[in-house]
């Protein structure tokens, strides 16, 4: 298993949150590839997209709803107590996935862990006291029993749990805007995007509100404060040249999908595995609302999905000036303060790749021979 950031040492709070992020990220981060899958099948059938095709935009939904939970479940279950934990969570997804209306990462990095977990207690406490024999149909059985028990919990739990989160970043975010204090709106917003309710916000909070001040003043700032693609450029601008050396090769095609296609989800782990970096993300966010305020810009609609490209399309006449300062600037701002978080680069260790526990180093043949051979002349 790859690790992708050294590991935390120590046990003050700064420590603990390190572990938390890392172990979020390392839900993720192994399924990036399915993210960037559904991030070109959104940016290129949508309607909105580039090539518009119903019959393959309908795996748009299942994918962020279903999919991506489920692996996510999966791959954190999997963490915990190996192939039997990764059933377990990818089952008690399930549960979360069927009761809920937006995607359920949060939800799945909750329950997957957590299931596998208690199922690891279970199997320590039968370990050697089971008749032989009968091993299989126990662990089938408390495996199934539990997976469908956390699953029915989930439904009922966490789910309702996760979407009073939800409802709470938009009653945050919602205040802001009503006291005009819109740069601060990404004190709530960047951290919230991070934890997956960006859709959430964007579609239930500042689309509404936007759509009814667009048909008043003809455009309106709220269309631009979530889905402004500038801080993940920034991110991961800073990510491609200072970030861990292993992950530096995935930066470019999450370029890719973030800032052309407008997937913002493709960011959201490597913030994650670093969580200081939410602060690059809530100042490159404020900077460039605040630009956008002081210079008057504004849409005419959701830009969906969240690309340069679609803001272009939805820009009114005469505002592309400000419109791209505003992204430039936050971009600008993101890459600064992330890229010093980051220290440039200088505490990553030198070699290509961190090995996990569980690898392997691979030993050239050629240098093994050459070490025996010396310490024969020394015996000599």
Same mark, same amino acid.
């Given at each position: 298993?790859?690790?992708?950031?050294?590991?935390?040492?120590?046990?003050?709070?700064?420590?603990?949150?390190?572990?938390?992020?890392?172990?979020?990220?390392?839900?993720?981060?192994? +399924?990036?590839?399915?993210?960037?899958?559904?991030?070109?099948?959104?940016?290129?059938?949508?309607?909105?997209?580039?090539?518009?095709?119903?019959?393959?935009?309908?795996?748009?939904?299942?994918?962020?709803?279903?999919?991506?939970?489920?692996?996510?479940?999966?791959?954190?279950?999997?963490?915990?107590?190996?192939?039997?934990?990764?059933?377990?969570?990818?089952?008690?997804?399930?549960?979360?996935?069927?009761?809920?209306?937006?995607?359920?990462?949060?939800?799945?990095?909750?329950?997957?862990?957590?299931?596998?977990?208690?199922?690891?207690?279970?199997?320590?406490?039968?370990?050697?006291?089971?008749?032989?024999?009968?091993?299989?149909?126990?662990?089938?059985?408390?495996?199934?029993?539990?997976?469908?028990?956390?699953?029915?919990?989930?439904?009922?739990?966490?789910?309702?749990?996760?979407?009073?989160?939800?409802?709470?970043?938009?009653?945050?975010?919602?205040?802001?805007?009503?006291?005009?204090?819109?740069?601060?709106?990404?004190?709530?917003?960047?951290?919230?995007?991070?934890?997956?309710?960006?859709?959430?916000?964007?579609?239930?909070?500042?689309?509404?509100?936007?759509?009814?001040?667009?048909?008043?003043?003809?455009?309106?700032?709220?269309?631009?404060?979530?889905? +402004?693609?500038?801080?993940?450029?920034?991110?991961?601008?800073?990510?491609?040249?200072?970030?861990?050396?292993?992950?530096?090769?995935?930066?470019?095609?999450?370029?890719?999908?973030?800032?052309?296609?407008?997937?913002?989800?493709?960011?959201?782990?490597?913030?994650?595995?670093?969580?200081?970096?939410?602060?690059?993300?809530?100042?490159?966010?404020?900077?460039?609302?605040?630009?956008?305020?002081?210079?008057?810009?504004?849409?005419?609609?959701?830009?969906?999905?969240?690309?340069?490209?679609?803001?272009?399309?939805?820009?009114?006449?005469?505002?592309?000036?400000?419109?791209?300062?505003?992204?430039?600037?936050?971009?600008?701002?993101?890459?600064?303060?992330?890229?010093?978080?980051?220290?440039?680069?200088? +505490?990553?260790?030198?070699?290509?790749?961190?090995?996990?526990?569980?690898?392997?180093?691979?030993?050239?043949?050629?240098?093994?021979?050459?070490?025996?051979?010396?310490?024969?002349?020394?015996?000599?």
């Amino acid at each position: 298993m790859t690790t992708y950031t050294p590991e935390v040492t120590g046990s003050g709070f700064r420590a603990s949150v390190q572990r938390v992020g890392g172990y979020l990220a390392s839900m993720v981060m192994p +399924n990036i590839g399915a993210f960037i899958a559904w991030g070109l099948i959104t940016a290129l059938f949508i309607p909105t997209g580039w090539l518009p095709n119903g019959h393959i935009a309908q795996m748009v939904g299942p994918m962020i709803k279903v999919l991506l939970p489920l692996l996510i479940g999966y791959t954190g279950g999997r963490l915990v107590h190996g192939q039997r934990g990764a059933v377990v969570g990818a089952v008690a997804t399930m549960g979360i996935v069927v009761g809920a209306d937006v995607p359920m990462f949060l939800g799945a990095m909750l329950i997957g862990p957590l299931t596998a977990y208690l199922l690891k207690l279970w199997d320590g406490l039968l370990e050697n006291r089971i008749r032989p024999g009968f091993e299989m149909l126990v662990d089938n059985f408390s495996a199934g029993i539990l997976g469908g028990a956390m699953a029915i919990g989930g439904l009922y739990g966490i789910g309702p749990v996760v979407q009073w989160l939800t409802r709470q970043a938009g009653h945050g975010a919602d205040w802001l805007v009503g006291h005009d204090l819109l740069p601060l709106t990404s004190v709530v917003v960047e951290p919230a995007k991070v934890l997956f309710l960006n859709n959430a916000i964007n579609h239930g909070v500042f689309g509404p509100l936007g759509v009814a001040e667009a048909a008043d003043k003809g455009k309106s700032i709220l269309f631009m404060i979530e889905s +402004n693609p500038g801080p993940g450029l920034g991110l991961l601008l800073a990510f491609f040249l200072f970030g861990p050396r292993s992950l530096r090769p995935t930066v470019p095609a999450a370029i890719i999908v973030q800032f052309l296609g407008g997937i913002h989800e493709i960011y959201f782990p490597y913030v994650l595995m670093k969580p200081k970096l939410i602060l690059a993300m809530i100042c490159g966010g404020a900077a460039g609302v605040g630009t956008f305020m002081v210079t008057g810009a504004g849409l005419v609609a959701t830009p969906s999905p969240g690309s340069i490209f679609a803001y272009m399309a939805v820009t009114p006449k005469g505002g592309y000036f400000v419109v791209l300062l505003g992204i430039v600037v936050a971009a600008a701002v993101t890459f600064a303060i992330a890229s010093l978080l980051l220290g440039f680069g200088r +505490n990553e260790p030198a070699e290509e790749e961190v090995l996990g526990p569980d690898e392997e180093t691979v030993v050239d043949p050629d240098e093994v021979a050459n070490a025996r051979a010396k310490l024969t002349r020394q015996e000599a």
